[in-house]
């Protein structure tokens, strides 16, 4: 298994292009999330989905848009780049609760955003 | 939504010693509670987590504690060692997963 796979690893935008990151997952979890990682701020949730078809917000959405169509993919998109929204994003996916309980985020290796 | 607040920021040991980081959520619904380990160009590594229904886990050097009533929750290494240097996560996990903002270890050789 490949795990979580991110495309690009790294990019460079120019204020107000658009532009989508990828997420795979080869793992069959049911829950996929994005976060971005900014210095002293932690990983700060941007959108999650509980499965194909649904997603829903964390606590910075503002300026992202997410889809889940398939289990597997999970892409966030950038409509008008901005430089506040320079950061390292990671995915992460986790397969279901286990009696009642949560379960382990496996992240991918993170895509170092740039946008000037 | 939850709020996890982790402490100290940085923590800076000499090998040997042991380091302990804290952490406190807000939302009674969490029940998972992971720790990771994330190095330099990485995307965050889970090395141990806990339950709600267990209050300590250990593994080999590393061990958690959960204290429900308080919600707080704190990650211990003993006999630390230079590969520990590492920026540790704490997280909580209901409906979503949210995250600390990290502690930067360094172990001293």
């Known amino acids: 298994n490949a795990g979580v796979t991110q495309t690009p690893k790294f990019q460079v935008l120019k204020t107000g292009q658009s532009m989508t990151l990828q997420c795979a997952q080869d793992m069959n979890h049911e829950y996929m999330s994005w976060y971005r990682q900014d210095p002293g701020m932690g990983l700060r949730l941007i959108h999650y989905?509980?499965?194909?078809?649904?997603?829903d917000q964390g606590e910075v959405p503002n300026g992202y848009n997410v889809s889940r169509s398939t289990t597997e993919d999970f892409p966030l998109r950038l409509l008008s780049a901005a430089p506040s929204q320079t950061s390292v994003y990671f995915c992460a996916s986790s397969p279901p609760p286990r009696r009642n309980m949560n379960t382990e985020a496996f992240f991918g290796q993170g895509t170092r955003l740039t946008v000037v | 939504g939850e709020n996890v607040e982790q402490h100290p920021s940085t923590l800076s040991v000499q090998e040997g010693d042991s380091a302990v980081i804290k952490c406190t959520y807000s939302d009674s619904a969490s029940n998972y509670f992971p720790w990771y380990k994330q190095e330099l160009g990485k995307g965050p590594q889970l090395i141990i987590d806990?339950?709600?229904?267990?209050g300590e886990k250990k593994d080999q050097r590393i061990a958690v504690t959960l204290n429900k009533t308080a919600k707080h929750f704190s990650l211990h290494i003993t006999e630390t060692q230079p590969e520990d240097s590492a920026v540790y996560f704490c997280a909580a996990s209901g409906n979503d997963m949210r995250f600390g903002a990290g502690t930067r270890l360094t172990v001293k050789p």
């Open positions: 989905s509980v499965g194909a078809g649904i997603t």
């Open positions: 806990i339950r709600s229904n267990v």
